[in-house]
Every structure is written in C-alpha cells, then in structure tokens.
Nanobody, 122 residues
Framework: QVQLVDSGGGSVQAGGSLRLSCAPS????????LSWFRQTPGQERERVAS????????YYDASVKGRFTISFDKAKNMLSLQMNNLKPEDTAMYYC???????????????WGQGTQVTVSS
C-alpha cells in the first residue's frame, strides 16, 4: 500500500519562498507520476506540477512556470517543490499525489498526501 507524507508549508509574505517535501512509501513500482495539486475552499484541486519517473518529463501549470521547481531525488525517495516569488494567489492547501500517469484530473490520482497549507500575505 502506497502512502505519501507531505510537509513544508507555512506562511510567508509575497515574494518569499517555501519548499514542500513529500516522501512516498510502499510499493510504488518503477514508473509513476508524482504531482503537486493545490486547492482553495470551494474549488476543485488543480494540478500545479508533475514529474514522471519513467522519463523525467516535467509539467508546470502556466501560473507557476518560472517560479516553482519540481524535483524527485530517487536516492532519498523524496519529492520536492521549490516555490519562489510566491504570490497571494498561491495561497492554498497543497497535496502531494501519485498515479500511473500525469493528468490534470484529480480523479486520476491513486493516492493523496494529507496536505500542507501555504499562506502568502501581501
């Protein structure tokens, strides 16, 4: 059974940085997609960034491109999301996710982390 534990959220001022981490455990297989989604109250979860371990393909939502960097350290089995130049509109609960493929649709996610709150003040 795969489990995800995400961490690293917090409160920062606009322009600041945060780094989120996620540690997958269990039988993940050798090729899978690791993603970060975010959600605000009343809204559906939206995909922020993904990395596919099979070919290291990376995806970023247009709203975070150039500011966020997703990475996966295979040796440490750790997924990270470095978030720079944060904006108030980045405020959300961020969730680590794993699935067989990388999709925008949150219904395609197999397992979710518990979530970590990111709050950016202006």
């Amino acid at each position: 059974q795969v489990q995800l534990v995400d961490s690293g959220g917090g409160s920062v001022q606009a322009g600041g940085s945060l780094r989120l981490s996620c540690a997958p455990s269990g039988n993940t297989g050798s090729r899978y997609c690791l993603s970060w989604f975010r959600q605000t109250p009343g809204q559906e979860r939206e995909r922020v960034a993904s990395i596919f371990t099979g070919n290291n393909n990376i995806y970023y939502d247009a709203s975070v491109k150039g500011r966020f960097t997703i990475s996966f350290d295979k040796a440490k089995n750790m997924l990270s999301l470095q978030m720079n130049n944060l904006k108030p509109e980045d405020t959300a609960m961020y969730y680590c996710a794993i699935g067989n493929g990388c999709y925008n649709d949150p219904k395609m996610v197999a397992v979710w982390g518990q979530g970590t709150q990111v709050t950016v003040s202006s």
